[in-house]
């Protein structure tokens, strides 16, 4: 009797494309990128100096490859299968290098492993990328500050800090990832002409 049990679970196990030795399913994880840009016009005829754009430096709580988002105060969770292709800082820099060269605003415009000669630096810092879903419809925040740096004498010639709210209109990661392309495009547009008019 006994024995005639144990087939008929081994049969219904089998039956069931259910093993002990199976392995274990896993959601497939999705990787996605900030690849947005604006169009940019120089304001300007006379291309007299060198930018070097430095590559941002993060919060620690966003310096990751993770996908940021709040549902409540004072609490910042991440997504478990969707993520950014990079963090957010190598995502960032390539698109400011390509939005200020974009300009025709600079003799040139250059960003590490350059190490020659430069009429000034652009350092910023990422503060927040995150989707906050507290309301509806939900905000992707993204918060850069920057400074401009003239490199002769050291001095800081201006500072700003950025702060781009965009609505994300579908609730799901791959919502907050399209609303973090268009908030990068509006911060971008913002830094190219902070940096035109500074410089």
Same mark, same amino acid.
């Given at each position: 009797?006994?024995f005639?049990?144990?087939?008929?679970l081994?049969?219904?196990?089998a039956?069931?494309?259910c093993?002990?030795?199976?392995?274990?399913q896993?959601?497939?994880?999705?990787?996605?990128?900030?690849?947005?840009t604006?169009v940019v016009?120089?304001?300007?005829?006379?291309?007299?100096h060198?930018?070097?754009?430095l590559?941002p430096?993060?919060?620690s709580?966003?310096?990751t490859?993770?996908?940021?988002?709040?549902?409540?105060?004072?609490?910042?969770?991440?997504?478990s299968?969707?993520?950014?292709?990079?963090?957010?800082q190598?995502m960032l820099?390539?698109?400011?290098?390509?939005?200020l060269?974009?300009?025709q605003?600079f003799?040139?415009v *250059?960003?590490?492993?350059?190490?020659?000669e430069?009429d000034?630096?652009?350092?910023t810092?990422?503060l927040?990328?995150?989707q906050?879903?507290m309301?509806?419809p939900?905000?992707?925040?993204l918060?850069?500050?920057? $400074?401009? *740096?003239? @490199?002769?004498?050291?001095?800081v010639?201006?500072t700003?800090?950025?702060?781009?709210?965009?609505?994300i209109?579908?609730?799901?990661?791959y919502?907050?990832v399209?609303?973090?392309?268009?908030a @990068?495009?509006?911060f971008?547009? $913002?830094?190219?002409?902070?940096?035109?008019?500074?410089?």
């Amino acid at each position: 009797m006994r024995f005639l049990k144990l087939i008929l679970l081994l049969s219904f196990l089998a039956l069931n494309g259910c093993s002990l030795f199976s392995p274990i399913q896993t959601p497939d994880q999705s990787a996605y990128v900030i690849s947005k840009t604006p169009v940019v016009r120089a304001k300007r005829q006379v291309q007299r100096h060198t930018l070097l754009v430095l590559s941002p430096d993060t919060k620690s709580v966003f310096d990751t490859a993770l996908m940021a988002y709040t549902v409540k105060p004072y609490e910042i969770s991440f997504y478990s299968v969707n993520k950014w292709a990079e963090r957010p800082q190598q995502m960032l820099l390539p698109l400011m290098v390509q939005t200020l060269q974009n300009t025709q605003g600079f003799r040139a415009v *250059i960003a590490p492993p350059y190490n020659g000669e430069s009429d000034f630096l652009l350092s910023t810092q990422i503060l927040s990328l995150q989707q906050n879903l507290m309301r509806s419809p939900g905000m992707l925040e993204l918060v850069v500050r920057a $400074e401009l *740096i003239k @490199t002769s004498t050291s001095r800081v010639v201006a500072t700003k800090q950025f702060t781009v709210h965009q609505p994300i209109f579908r609730r799901t990661p791959y919502g907050g990832v399209i609303a973090a392309n268009q908030a @990068t495009a509006r911060f971008l547009r $913002e830094l190219a002409a902070f940096c035109l008019r500074y410089t």
